[in-house]
C-alpha cells in the first residue's frame, strides 16, 4: 500500500481546535479567577480586588471573544476547502462533512452568545456589592463557559475528524454518483 505524504500546503485542523479547546479552558479558568477575585474583594470591603476582578473579566472576555473569531476562522476555512474541492458536488460521501459545517454553525451561534455574554459581564463584576443575589450570574456565566467549552470545541474536533476523512475523497471530477 503506497504512502501518500500531505501537501505543503495541507492544514493541520486538528492543531487549530487544539489552540480553541485551550483558549476555551483558559477563558474559563481566567473567569473562575476574576469571580473569586470580585467575591473575596465584596466580602472584605477591598476595592482594590474588585476593580482587578474586572480586569480579570475582561481579560477572560477577549479570550471568549478570541474563540469565537477562531471558530469562525475554522468553519469558513474548512467551507472554502469544501468548495474548492468539491465544489457543490452532491454525494452521499459527503453528507457527513456537509453536516459537521452545520453542525460547527451551530456552535458558532452559541461561542459568539458566550463571548457577549461574557463581554457584557465585565462591567457587573461589582453587581452582588449592591444585589447580594446577583452572585447567580456569575454561576450561570461559568456554565454557559463550560458548556462551550466542552460540547462546542467537540463540534470543532468532529468537523476537523470529517475533514480529514474526507481528504481521501478523489477531488469533484472524479466523484461517480
Do not use: C
Request: glycine share 6%.
Amino acid at each position: 500500500m503506497p504512502v501518500t505524504l500531505p501537501s505543503p500546503n495541507a492544514k493541520d485542523w486538528f492543531a487549530e481546535v487544539r489552540s480553541i479547546e485551550n483558549a476555551s479552558l483558559s477563558a474559563l479558568m481566567v473567569f473562575i479567577v476574576a469571580v473569586a477575585l470580585a467575591m473575596i474583594g465584596i466580602q472584605a470591603g477591598a476595592e482594590q480586588l474588585t476593580h482587578l476582578s474586572r480586569w480579570v473579566a475582561a481579560a477572560s472576555a477577549l479570550l471568549h471573544v478570541w474563540v469565537a473569531l477562531s471558530g469562525t476562522r475554522l468553519a469558513v476555512a474548512a467551507r472554502r476547502h469544501l468548495m474548492a474541492r468539491w465544489g457543490r458536488t452532491r454525494s452521499a460521501r459527503l453528507a457527513p462533512l456537509r453536516r459537521g459545517l452545520r453542525n460547527a454553525a451551530a456552535g458558532l451561534i452559541a461561542a459568539w452568545a458566550v463571548a457577549v455574554l461574557f463581554v457584557l459581564m465585565v462591567p457587573f463584576m461589582r453587581l452582588p456589592v449592591h444585589i447580594p443575589d446577583a452572585g447567580l450570574i456569575y454561576a450561570f456565566s461559568i456554565i454557559a463557559s463550560s458548556i462551550h467549552a466542552i460540547f462546542g470545541t467537540a463540534l470543532y474536533r468532529q468537523l476537523a475528524y470529517r475533514l480529514q476523512e474526507a481528504l481521501r475523497l478523489p477531488a469533484a471530477g472524479n466523484i461517480r454518483l
